[in-house]
């Protein structure tokens, strides 16, 4: 009786190193087996060795910056008064040199998921510096007053710990008003290096008029994430600067290599609160 591996035979002879696969294992497959997967296992992908995580290959070599982006879903409620605690008492903790922490931006969710609130925070001493500031948090008292009022407020909240892609600009304090795009991509697993090298060669047709103002990738938390965040006078010049990429040679190649990369994808509008540095 004839095995399925025979069957199959002319497909092990375009196989090897031209094809970009190599065959795995030859075993007799019997009409009694119940494997409905034997030919995805026939073959493996032929992946060069690693040296580095995409951490080191993507993020900024020259500093250690780590940031900490947090989203607070708010009782509808509560949001003013969320809102003015948080102006209160924020900007107290972040005037101590003692605290090794930026506070690079604040907004509140315009369109997107409603009554959210994010927070985007920088530590410019890696790990060590954000350990340093929560064991101090725990023993600040107004710190510890201000978590327990809000937590009066909040239906949810998470974070994530985030590095940033070596390609893009740094956060840095900008004037208003402006609206931010906060756009969320969740890649499928193992594609990150894929997605770093397509958009390390097209951010700079968007960072000519100024738009582009971070780019990070997650840590810690839900991984495989990547923030992308912009900023624009209103939502006719984002229509209009997006509607203007398409123009640039090359843009197009970058949407046609990582679409394929991502699982989903998330769009915030944003509006900094008054203590944001990003106006």
């Not at 795995?24 to 040296?51: A, N």
Request: with cysteine.
């Amino acid at each position: 009786m004839l095995t399925r591996v025979a069957r199959i035979s002319p497909l092990l002879q375009s196989s090897g190193p031209s094809s970009g696969y190599l065959p795995l294992q030859l075993c007799r497959y019997g009409s009694d087996s119940r494997d409905s997967s034997w030919l995805r296992s026939l073959f493996v992908r032929k992946v060069d060795p690693r040296k580095d995580a995409h951490s080191t290959l993507l993020s900024k070599k020259e500093t250690s910056g780590l940031y900490k982006m947090q989203f607070h879903n708010v009782k509808p409620e509560c949001l003013e008064e969320y809102n003015r605690l948080t102006e209160e008492v924020l900007p107290k903790l972040h005037h101590d040199p003692d605290y090794h922490c930026d506070l690079v931006g604040n907004w509140n969710t315009w369109y997107g998921e409603q009554d959210q609130a994010v927070h985007l925070w920088r530590f410019s001493g890696g790990y060590p510096a954000l350990m340093d500031c929560m064991n101090k948090l725990r023993n600040n008292k107004e710190y510890l007053a201000f978590r327990e009022e809000r937590s009066k407020m909040l239906l949810s909240r998470r974070n994530q710990l985030l590095l940033e892609f070596s390609f893009w600009n740094e956060p840095a304090p900008r004037k208003g008003p402006n609206i931010y795009e906060l756009r969320t991509y969740r890649l499928k697993p193992g594609t990150m290096i894929e997605w770093g090298n397509n958009w390390a060669r097209a951010i700079k047709h968007r960072q000519e008029n100024q738009e582009a103002v971070g780019g990070f990738f997650s840590q810690i938390g839900e991984l495989y994430v990547v923030h992308h965040l912009w900023a624009y006078k209103d939502l006719e010049s984002r229509e209009e600067t997006r509607k203007a990429a398409w123009t640039k040679r090359g843009w197009d190649e970058n949407v046609y290599y990582t679409v394929p990369l991502v699982r989903n994808m998330e769009s915030r509008i944003m509006i900094p609160l008054k203590i944001s540095p990003l106006q």
